[in-house]
């Protein structure tokens, strides 16, 4: 990555240095679908020292494996495509149903003296719902349909693919939003001193879905979405 800088946009960051995407995470940055601002108004929104989070940026760029390393955003479009269905898309669909008992079980049993775990539950539903059916329309509508403009973009299939990256970018804000609001029910996913076993692997798993749905949700709006929105 090349001069970071208060004025560099976060989006642009992460998509130069994907392991800052974890810092940007348990800083509350918003790095996938309110990506596109500079790290100056990034910090500030969260009142953060942009200076510091600045130079703990630079801090991961410096220990970034070198050269060699292969980062899914300078993949070609079909490569990048299949990448992001095999890792996020086959990921939830595996996800949701392995821990959904664990959080059925930890809502029954504690959510009389811990009732935020029943807006963890609804929330768990929620993105359970929509992340499988927003996966599904992508894979057998619009990533084809993506894949066949970015090859031949013609004005007949811009007027066609424009909608649907409109309508995906605003269901990522919103499973964004639930997300969000997951971190802050659950004080950033920390369990109780005296949590179970269970409870405590709701809060772990939940945490790795965060991070991979951001990470996914990245991967689409600021590296594939942005490649149509060139040829358009």
Known sequence: MSQLTLNSQVADIVTGLPQSADLFRKMRIDYCCGGKISLLEAAEGQNLNPEEV??????????????GSVEPTNFGNKTLV????????????EEFPLIAPY???????????????LRVQEIFKMLRAELLDHTSDEDENVFPLIL?????????LKEQVQPHIDELESEHDNAGKLFYELREITNDYTPPVDAC???RIVYARLEELEKDTFAHVHLENNVLFDRVRAAL
Do not use: C, M, W
């Open 54 to 67: 600045l130079e703990k940026v630079k801090v991961i760029e410096q220990k970034r494996e070198s050269k």
């Open 82 to 93: 299949a990448y992001i269905q095999e890792k996020y898309h086959d990921g939830l669909r």
């Open 103 to 117: 959080i059925t079980k930890v809502a029954k049993v504690h959510g009389g003296n811990h009732p935020h775990l």
């Open 148 to 156: 066949e403009f970015l090859s031949n973009p013609t004005d007949a």
């Open 197 to 199: 076993g269970t409870y």
